[in-house]
């Protein structure tokens, strides 16, 4: 089922509605169009405009994670144009279905999912109140009735905006869930945040597992930036990822054909603009560890880490995750790093100790439309399912 197929179209009131706003405000919102339709170029001067980072919706990532990564394909985009010549791309949100989402047959659409965990959308920071406005205004020209944002930064500047938009029209924003997840200030001295994160005790145990690593070889942190160097250590990359927890459950990028082509297509289109780089711990000439790091503005986005396990003993997680700290806090471009990773993780959470709030959020789309609590309870209802059966799994497992 397609998406357009799950959102109705917009009643004769909305028509005018939307005519009005056009004429009010130097604004065109365009109804769901496919993601490969928006200009490229366009797309890529809101990026550097963007009032808030997301490295997972630039284009050379999203358009590579839909060109072939599976479930993730032919998703459609709510945009916002600019009056002039040429216009400009001043708002941009890909979107699925309710259906396609979560398998609920209502008229809404959902931020589509970039494979990292993070789907603010992108609003020109010159153009924010009039982007919001344009973008919503799309959704209700496509039919739907509610608009669910996922993943989204909760005090960012992209969310403050919508929220002062949908405030202004009389629509109240609902927070469906919510969680903290770790950053890093990149502004601090590293060695400072570090000894103040882990203490003097848990940093002379790690340099103690280094030296025992360095029996295996000088180990040296790498940083691959060029196109040429990013091509050769996303095969590191992607071997160390599936030698570990993840190929033996077949969930590694490189075991789906169209995944692999997807992070290879994405990591050499972003080297081109110096908003990739991969970064690799080696113990000798053999890897111990690889991440993929995405850069927007002035924010780092660590994407994923593979490891080689047999040297787990020697926590080559940690030590690349150590070693990438003080390489981006010596960076004048990098202010900040979002771990993209979930609220507990129990290797990330206690070195990078700055958090700050992810959630999903429902914007409903008219004022006291009776649809939209419906909406809202069948989301509730599937997440608190969810969450019964992840409990359920989690006791599955404990038993012996």
Same mark, same amino acid.
């Given at each position: 089922?397609?998406?357009?197929?799950?959102?109705?179209?917009?009643?004769?009131?909305?028509?005018?509605?939307?005519?009005?706003?056009?004429?009010?405000?130097?604004?065109?919102?365009?109804?769901?169009?496919?993601?490969?339709?928006?200009?490229?170029?366009?797309?890529?001067?809101?990026?550097?405009?963007?009032?808030?980072? !997301?490295?997972?919706?630039?284009?050379?990532?999203?358009?590579?994670?839909?060109?072939? #990564?599976?479930?993730?394909?032919?998703?459609?985009?709510?945009?916002?144009?600019?009056?002039?010549?040429?216009?400009? &791309?001043?708002?941009?949100?890909? @979107?699925?279905?309710?259906?396609?989402?979560?398998?609920?047959?209502?008229?809404?659409?959902?931020?589509?999912?970039?494979?990292?965990?993070?789907?603010?959308? &992108?609003?020109?920071?010159?153009?924010?109140?009039?982007?919001?406005?344009?973008?919503?205004?799309?959704?209700?020209?496509?039919?739907?009735?509610?608009?669910?944002?996922?993943?989204?930064?909760?005090?960012?500047?992209?969310?403050? @905006?919508?929220?002062?938009?949908?405030?202004?029209?009389?629509?109240?924003?609902?927070?469906?869930?919510?969680?903290?997840?770790?950053?890093?200030?990149?502004?601090?001295?590293? !060695?400072?945040?570090?000894?103040?994160?882990?203490?003097?005790?848990?940093?002379?145990?790690?340099?103690?597992?280094?030296?025992?690593?360095?029996?295996?070889?000088?180990?040296?942190?790498?940083?691959?930036?060029?196109?040429? !160097?990013?091509?050769?250590?996303?095969?590191?990359?992607?071997?160390?990822?599936?030698?570990?927890?993840?190929?033996?459950?077949?969930?590694?990028?490189?075991?789906?054909?169209?995944?692999?082509?997807?992070?290879?297509?994405?990591?050499?289109?972003?080297?081109?603009?110096?908003?990739?780089?991969? @970064?690799?711990?080696?113990?000798?000439?053999?890897?111990?560890? #690889?991440?993929? @790091?995405?850069?927007?503005?002035?924010?780092?986005?660590?994407?994923?880490?593979?490891?080689?396990?047999?040297?787990?003993?020697?926590?080559?997680?940690?030590?690349?995750?150590?070693? &990438?700290?003080?390489?981006?806090?010596?960076?004048?471009?990098?202010?900040?790093?979002?771990?993209?990773?979930?609220?507990?993780?129990?290797?990330? !959470?206690?070195?990078?100790?700055?958090?700050?709030?992810?959630?999903?959020?429902?914007?409903? &789309?008219?004022?006291?439309?009776?649809?939209?609590?419906?909406?809202?309870?069948?989301?509730?209802?599937?997440?608190?399912?969810?969450?019964?059966?992840?409990?359920?799994?989690?006791?599955?497992?404990?038993?012996?």
């Amino acid at each position: 089922m397609t998406d357009t197929a799950m959102v109705r179209r917009a009643s004769t009131r909305d028509a005018a509605t939307s005519r009005a706003l056009a004429e009010a405000a130097p604004t065109v919102a365009t109804a769901l169009t496919s993601l490969t339709a928006i200009d490229a170029e366009r797309w890529s001067e809101l990026s550097h405009q963007a009032i808030e980072p !997301n490295g997972y919706y630039l284009p050379d990532w999203e358009l590579a994670v839909n060109a072939s #990564a599976p479930g993730r394909t032919g998703v459609s985009a709510l945009a916002a144009w600019g009056n002039g010549s040429p216009p400009r &791309l001043i708002g941009l949100m890909p @979107v699925v279905s309710l259906w396609r989402a979560f398998k609920i047959p209502l008229p809404a659409l959902v931020s589509a999912h970039p494979y990292g965990t993070l789907c603010t959308p &992108l609003l020109d920071r010159d153009a924010a109140a009039q982007g919001a406005a344009a973008l919503l205004q799309a959704a209700r020209q496509a039919g739907a009735r509610a608009l669910i944002l996922r993943e989204v930064s909760l005090e960012g500047a992209a969310m403050n @905006v919508l929220t002062e938009t949908c405030l202004r029209d009389g629509l109240r924003p609902h927070v469906l869930q919510s969680h903290r997840r770790a950053c890093l200030d990149a502004t601090r001295d590293a !060695n400072a945040l570090l000894r103040e994160a882990l203490g003097g005790k848990k940093l002379k145990e790690l340099r103690r597992q280094r030296h025992r690593l360095e029996q295996h070889g000088p180990v040296r942190f790498e940083v691959a930036r060029s196109r040429e !160097n990013i091509a050769a250590t996303i095969e590191v990359f992607l071997r160390l990822e599936a030698s570990g927890w993840k190929g033996q459950r077949g969930t590694a990028l490189i075991q789906v054909p169209g995944d692999a082509a997807f992070i290879r297509r994405a990591t050499l289109a972003l080297a081109d603009k110096r908003q990739c780089e991969i @970064v690799a711990l080696r113990a000798g000439e053999m890897p111990v560890a #690889a991440g993929i @790091v995405l850069r927007h503005q002035g924010r780092a986005f660590f994407f994923k880490i593979g490891v080689d396990e047999r040297f787990a003993k020697f926590s080559p997680g940690v030590q690349l995750t150590l070693e &990438l700290t003080r390489h981006l806090c010596e960076d004048p471009d990098i202010a900040s790093a979002d771990s993209t990773a979930s609220p507990d993780h129990p290797m990330i !959470n206690p070195i990078w100790r700055g958090r700050f709030a992810i959630g999903d959020i429902l914007i409903p &789309l008219r004022r006291n439309d009776p649809l939209v609590a419906t909406i809202h309870a069948a989301l509730v209802l599937r997440q608190t399912a969810r969450g019964m059966a992840r409990q359920g799994l989690r006791r599955l497992r404990s038993q012996p």
